[in-house]
């Protein structure tokens, strides 16, 4: 069977170029005394599906990070939780403000062979300005879907279908790259070809030989 040849490679954010929000919940969950699934479903609810929890809300921009603040603190309260803050919940990674410039250099190294490159990221409006100073977007990448921006989200197919679009790329012809099993799945769902890079540094190196392998 003939593999399609590649044209663009898509890329998360948050947990590719910078340390995973899912990975900083274990040790908040630790800190905060709660366990790490119920911190992981009161912050974010079900990552794999697109509901209307106050996070997916949040993050299709339908509500401000305040009110999603607010109801994810009534929610936690609930369920019998503390009263969960996610940005306490998620300080870690507000502190650790690393950049894995493997990924970057690999971005350069893909553009240089003529190869499109793109962000879907799941992201929230009022983080904008800060995510994108973190890494040189302009030079890195032709577009960028930031589901706070276009009102989908990841797992839905609708988002790499978009993606695809404003590149100008065929499904087929596309990588994608995110540390979430449920983003990946929904990327392959929609015809695209992923890695999981999962949430260490480790694991995303090895994620990314993985994919450059597919070429």
Avoid at 101 to 128: C, H, K, P, W, Y
Avoid at 188 to 200: K, Q, S
């Amino acid at each position: 069977m003939t593999t399609a040849p590649i044209h663009a490679v898509f890329f998360d954010f948050g947990g590719v170029f910078i340390p995973s929000p899912f990975g900083a919940i274990g040790p908040a969950a630790e800190r905060l005394a709660v366990p790490e699934a119920d911190l992981v479903d009161a912050i974010f609810g079900p990552y794999d599906a697109d509901t209307d929890h106050p996070w997916h809300r949040l993050e299709r921009g339908e509500i401000s990070f305040e009110e999603a603040r607010t109801a994810i603190g009534d929610l936690s309260e609930q369920r019998g939780l503390i009263r969960l803050d996610p940005m306490v919940a998620l300080a870690d990674l507000v502190i650790d403000r690393s950049i894995r410039e493997f990924m970057v250099d690999a971005v350069r190294d893909l553009r240089s062979q003529g190869i499109r490159t793109g962000i879907i990221t799941n992201n929230i409006a009022e983080f904008g300005t800060h995510w994108k100073a973190m890494i040189p977007v302009d030079e890195l990448f032709d577009d960028i879907v930031d589901s706070s921006a276009v009102g989908i989200r990841k797992p839905d197919a609708a988002i790499y279908a978009l993606a695809c679009e404003r590149l100008g790329v065929e499904p087929a012809n596309a990588l994608f790259i995110d540390d979430y099993q449920g983003n990946v799945d929904g990327a392959v769902a929609a015809g695209l070809r992923a890695v999981c890079c999962g949430y260490t540094v480790e694991s995303t190196e090895a994620a990314l030989a993985e994919l450059l392998a597919l070429f």
